[in-house]
């Protein structure tokens, strides 16, 4: 059996003005992320991931942020258009596992929300998918409170 194996990253700048949506859940906090799109820094990770592992083009270059067709989508269209090639290329999401680095605010409380909204994004039980929240130590950018990063990782493998 051929199994796919697939990393992706992302980090978006927190400012005033902006929801915050991670995993396509909104989470009231005041400050969101800055991005082209909704920048739903954890979707965009996993979109990476998705494409990578097939070894087909990243995100920035099949929704480039300089096509105003793109300006404040929702990210759950890129996971669609990433799922729909995984299933044209003859794959399954097997296992989704994501780590979302966050001073704030704190993602706890909001980590179930998260994880099923990835699921269904992905059409797959909630077992299937991972979300993990740490902050960054009060290091660097992140830890600052100044940006919010997403590491994600999938497995595919043919239904
Ligand atoms: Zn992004």
Redesign the pocket.
Known sequence: MDVRIGIGY?L?RLVEGRALILGGVMIPDGLGLL?HSD?D?VL?ALCDALLGAMGQPD?GELFPDRDPAWKDAESRVFVAEALARVRAAGYQVSNVDLVIHAERPRLGPHRDRIRGSVARLLGVAEGRVGVKAKTNEGVDAVGRGEAIACWAGVLLTQP
């Open positions: 992302d978006h991005g920048a820094v965009h995100i």
